[in-house]
């Protein structure tokens, strides 16, 4: 009765997205008040860190929504790595997602040979771990509130 296909087709990941969106709207009281405002849309946040040639020293990559900072990237070379730049980087990102865009917690994703521990350090809890993502390695997501 029903046809299925496997390919890749943009018009119709779209046309699915739009209708999720309209199905957790009309679910989600918090969904539909967000529909239409500025809040609506993934604002980027970006943060760099460089060396005095000019050079990438590090950065971080992310986004906030929702009253969320969801950070994507954070990368330091090694030559500068130990100095405290990741610690800048992260606390610069929160500062700016607390203060300028009203984000109230943070979120990411790590794996287990990255930097789970720095993470916590930072303030982060593991709130979920996958084994095995991808096979034979870990991947946590932590979260952290920016505001008490």
């Known amino acids: 009765m029903f046809r299925i296909e496997a390919e ?21 009281p918090v969904l539909s008040a967000l529909r ?5 849309r993934e604002v980027p946040l ?4 460089l060396d005095p040639s000019g050079d990438l020293a590090g950065g971080l990559v992310g986004h906030t929504w929702a009253t969320w900072l969801h950070v994507t990237y ?9 100095a405290g730049l990741g610690s800048r980087l992260l606390a610069e990102a929160e500062r700016i997602a607390r203060a300028d865009r009203g ?3 943070a979120r990411l994703e ?3 040979f990255q ?15 996958i084994p095995d993502y991808p ?8 979260t952290k509130r920016l505001i008490s």
């Open 110 to 112: 790590t794996w287990d």
């Open 115 to 129: 930097a789970p521990e720095f993470y916590r350090r930072q303030g982060y809890d593991v709130v979920c771990v």
């Open 8 to 28: 890749v087709d943009k018009g119709r990941r779209d046309l699915l997205r739009s209708r999720l969106r309209d199905t957790n709207s009309a679910a989600s």
């Open 36 to 40: 239409g405002t500025p809040g609506e």
């Open 74 to 82: 954070l990368w330091v070379d090694a030559r500068h790595r130990g």
């Open 135 to 142: 096979p034979g390695i870990t991947e946590f997501t932590l």
């Open 46 to 49: 970006h943060v760099w860190a």
């Open 103 to 105: 984000c109230a917690s």
